[in-house]
């Protein structure tokens, strides 16, 4: 984890996330949200599967330049909120995962980006109400609130944005 954690621009600041702020449901396909600076909120899904003749570490070197091209698109990127998953389904999703981790944590620290993992279930529950809400209630629950998810990454990715929005990234 980083040394420099997320903090509210003031105490008494009612809009404390200034800036582009990204969130990430990392794996093979990585949901991803972002509110840029003016507001507006984008979100989608990325894919960073191997190819047959790829190295093993080519999906974290197209995961790092596709952070970089997103941030030269969006603006400088302010804070990171990525879902924290402890458990893993396999070895390799645990393995995928890790690697994206380190990837997105050594960008992060390399720019002096502050960054925080959030629980599945911290970012379940503030999205459905439910802590082991099914993939379809996340995906309904970014319905609700306009989005059209291509999938439940990006179903995730939208709702650890509104969980960092809405409870100033945990603080509130």
């Given at each position: 984890?980083?040394?420099?954690?997320?903090?509210?621009?003031?105490?008494?600041?009612?809009?404390?996330?200034?800036?582009?702020?990204?969130?990430?449901?990392?794996?093979?396909?990585t949901g991803?949200?972002?509110?840029?600076?003016?507001?507006?909120?984008?979100?989608?899904?990325?894919?960073?599967?191997?190819?047959?003749?790829?190295?093993?570490?080519?999906?974290?070197?197209?995961?790092?330049?596709?952070?970089?091209?997103?941030?030269?698109?969006?603006?400088?990127?302010?804070?990171?909120?990525?879902?924290?998953?402890?458990?893993?389904?396999?070895?390799?999703?645990?393995?995928?995962?890790?690697?994206?981790?380190?990837?997105?944590?050594?960008?992060?620290?390399?720019?002096?980006?502050?960054?925080?993992?959030?629980?599945?279930?911290t970012i379940?529950?503030?999205?459905?109400?439910?802590?082991?809400?099914?993939?379809?209630?996340?995906?309904?629950?970014?319905?609700?609130?306009?989005?059209?998810?291509?999938?439940?990454?990006?179903?995730?990715?939208?709702?650890?944005?509104?969980?960092?929005?809405?409870?100033?990234?945990?603080?509130?």
């Amino acid at each position: 984890m980083s040394n420099r954690q997320i903090e509210p621009v003031s105490e008494h600041q009612t809009v404390a996330l200034p800036g582009t702020i990204l969130a990430l449901d990392l794996g093979t396909k990585t949901g991803w949200a972002l509110r840029s600076s003016d507001g507006f909120i984008s979100s989608g899904v990325a894919s960073f599967r191997n190819g047959r003749f790829d190295g093993g570490g080519m999906r974290y070197l197209r995961f790092t330049n596709w952070l970089g091209e997103l941030e030269r698109l969006s603006g400088p990127v302010a804070a990171i909120w990525f879902e924290e998953v402890r458990r893993h389904a396999g070895t390799d999703a645990a393995h995928v995962f890790g690697g994206l981790m380190a990837s997105l944590t050594s960008w992060a620290e390399l720019r002096g980006i502050p960054y925080q993992g959030v629980p599945v279930g911290t970012i379940k529950k503030h999205a459905t109400g439910k802590g082991n809400a099914p993939k379809q209630a996340m995906i309904d629950a970014a319905r609700a609130r306009g989005f059209s998810p291509a999938d439940d990454n990006e179903a995730d990715a939208i709702a650890i944005l509104h969980w960092a929005i809405e409870t100033n990234g945990g603080l509130a």
